[in-house]
């Protein structure tokens, strides 16, 4: 196992070479071969850096937020390429920011009847129902330098993945800082990161559709004489794809989208397709039992 | 536990929840949905002004204090909105 490589081409860049894949599945290379391949490639100043490109379908809170964990660990310590996920959840459920209070902010009774997951994030942030969404992580090492270093600029800079995405659709979207995606005024996405043994990881959600009072029945509002305003209000300050569009459009037609709009504002980047390996899917499940799903991390506030 | 929630002006949702024995803060939680980096450390902010009493002005500047100690980053919300919250709470 090797971690960051910093290696010297010629006399005119240092190229931050991340990840050896030891186990080389899926397009891994040796460190060899990677040093070959520069060399071939001469003085081309636009070193491919490969991200992973992961479809993991539709899968628990628990697992989701498990799985976003094992892969900081596996990229940090260079046994895996950086990635870019897309996925959905499944049953629906409400995530918490990391410094939210779970007790205050959802109705966990409510949950448990409608059958709703509830997950505590390692980001910060607010309380979020995924239900009809298209969710992503983009996991990226600090030292390849893909991403400004600064917080703000580093959202805007992957949200830009995002926002030309959604051109597919012909929508014209904005970034509206710290963590909000917006088209015609409305939020249509929201997103948060964390940064934690050098690899950034940000994770959102796009809307495919929204359900505003579906929503509200499973969060507790610090005035419940106010629910029905407050509703009122967040319908005017929320939309969809599908309400921007006016018609119904596929969860996987949204990734594709996505992963086009990615590929397109991360030139520099190579994505390929790839799955989770047997061991990395154990590892976030076990993760997921013994942490994600339930007790003290969930109740840590 | 009693609690306060403040809405920092073009910030995020501050919730605290704070016990006071004899004007003193004997706990506090610092919640809502604002982003601090690293996250972890919120702890250390609350550990902070445990023992305090509640003055608005001595809680902010100790917790400006631990901020640029630790070297905390924070976003949609500050010392001075904790420490107005905390004040509220107690």
């Excluded at chain 1, 990881?201 to 929204?210: D, E, Y």
Aim: aromatic residues 8%; hydrophobic residues 40%.
């Amino acid at each position: 196992m090797i971690g960051n490589w910093k290696l010297e081409i010629g006399n005119f860049r240092l190229l931050n070479l991340h990840h050896v894949n030891c186990h080389s599945r899926g397009g891994g290379n040796s460190v060899v071969k990677r040093v070959i391949d520069f060399r071939l490639r001469g003085n081309d100043k636009t070193h491919m850096q490969r991200f992973r490109l992961l479809q993991t379908k539709f899968n628990t809170a628990a697992f989701n937020m498990a799985l976003d964990e094992v892969l900081i660990k596996k990229i940090s310590s260079g046994e895996v390429d950086p990635s870019l996920r897309f996925y959905g959840w499944k049953p629906a459920a409400v995530s918490i920011g990391y410094f939210q209070s779970l007790q205050a902010e959802v109705d966990e009774e409510k949950c448990r009847e409608r059958g709703v997951d509830i997950v505590r994030r390692q980001t910060g942030g607010g309380a979020v129902f995924h239900d009809k969404e298209v969710t992503y992580s983009m996991h990226i090492p600090l030292t390849l330098n893909l991403v400004p270093e600064k917080i703000l600029d580093s959202y805007q800079r992957i949200c830009g993945g995002i926002i030309r995405g959604l051109t597919a659709f012909n929508l014209s979207a904005q970034f509206v800082p710290l963590n909000d995606i917006i088209v015609g005024g409305k939020k249509i996405s929201g997103n948060a990161q964390t940064r934690k043994q050098g690899v950034l990881l940000q994770h959102g959600t796009i809307l495919q559709s929204v359900d505003v009072d579906k929503m509200f029945d499973l969060l507790k509002v610090p005035d419940e004489k106010m629910k029905g305003k407050l509703i009122t209000v967040i319908k005017e300050r929320v939309t969809s794809i599908e309400q921007q569009a006016g018609k119904a459009i596929e969860f996987q037609s949204i990734v594709d989208a996505l992963i086009d709009g990615f590929k397109k504002d991360f030139a520099a980047v190579e994505f390929y397709d790839d799955g989770l390996s047997e061991e990395e899917t154990e590892l976030a499940r076990k993760l997921a039992e013994e942490k994600y799903a339930g007790g003290q991390w969930n109740y840590q506030r | 536990m009693r609690q306060a929630i403040y809405k920092v002006p073009e910030g995020k949702l501050l919730k605290v929840f704070l016990t006071a024995e004899e004007g003193k803060i004997k706990d506090v939680k610092i919640t809502g949905d604002f982003f601090m980096y690293p996250e972890e450390k919120i702890v250390l902010l609350e550990e902070a002004v445990k023992g305090m009493e509640l003055n608005e002005e001595a809680l902010k500047e100790k917790l400006e204090k631990i901020i640029v100690q630790e070297n905390l980053d924070l976003f949609g919300f500050d010392a001075g909105s904790i420490a107005k919250t905390m004040v509220m709470a107690g």
